[in-house]
């Protein structure tokens, strides 16, 4: 069955790829991006040569009147959403001591506070339908920590905390509200990794490789599809993490 679903942070990597799968299986796909305008319109022209159409749009979410103005469009020119990815996200590393105020509050405004805005403008319309399915995008730091990361961390755990508890307010409502948290993902995201960073990783992940966003797309595929599953996180990292 078609849903109307939108995707935040949908022009690159793990978005980018659930955006166009979702999108080839038949469902009415609203891809926000925010600088990446020439990823995000290349995304657009590529679907449409297979006859698939989407809608991009721009809005930072990091700012509430810009995730207003992207759920209105979404709302005025569907009437719903039925589903709500929030896949946004930045990482740094850097040590704790040299983690600056304004980075601190960048990573929690991008990774946290962006899927509070989404969230709470997007919820009106599924609790007045009766039925919602959001998926966050979080990250297996979230669960463990990380060293050298923990600004990226605290964001990724807040939003697993925001999925429980969610989970349990939405519940009667009928919405279902769950996290996937990768593990390490062959995205841009982890450019800054070198040869060597990547090989002795490997040696510590059990399945010995790294994962492709095509398995977080399938898991969002699935959650879209299920309707007994909530509040859940769901880690898919090859064993590295268990």
């Not at 979702?22 to 679907?47: M, R, V, W």
Request: aromatic content about 6%.
């Amino acid at each position: 069955m078609n849903k109307v679903i939108l995707v935040t942070g949908g022009s690159k990597g793990i978005g980018a790829n659930i955006a166009q799968n979702l999108a080839k299986k038949g469902h009415t796909i609203i891809l926000n991006y925010n600088k990446s305008e020439e990823e995000a319109k290349k995304i657009q022209s590529d679907l449409a040569e297979k006859n698939i159409n989407i809608d991009i749009f721009k809005a930072d979410i990091t700012n509430h009147f810009e995730v207003t103005k992207l759920v209105n469009f979404c709302i005025s020119k569907y009437r719903k959403i039925d589903v709500l990815i929030n896949n946004a996200g930045i990482s740094q590393t850097k040590l704790f001591t040299d983690i600056s105020d304004l980075e601190w509050n960048h990573m929690l405004q991008t990774n946290l506070t962006s899927a509070f805005y989404t969230i709470k403008d997007t919820l009106p319309c599924m609790i007045h339908n009766k039925s919602g399915c959001i998926i966050n995008i979080s990250s297996v730091w979230g669960l463990v920590g990380s060293s050298c990361e923990v600004h990226y961390a605290v964001s990724k755990a807040g939003l697993d905390a925001m999925t429980k508890s969610l989970a349990k307010e939405l519940g009667p409502s009928n919405i279902r509200v769950n996290s996937i948290a990768p593990g390490i993902i062959n995205t841009d995201m982890n450019k800054n990794l070198t040869e060597e960073d990547l090989q002795n990783i490997t040696h510590e992940i059990p399945l010995e490789r790294i994962g492709n966003p095509q398995s977080i797309s399938k898991c969002v595929e699935w959650l879209i599809e299920d309707d007994y599953t909530t509040g859940q996180i769901i880690s898919i990292n090859g064993g590295w993490v268990i």
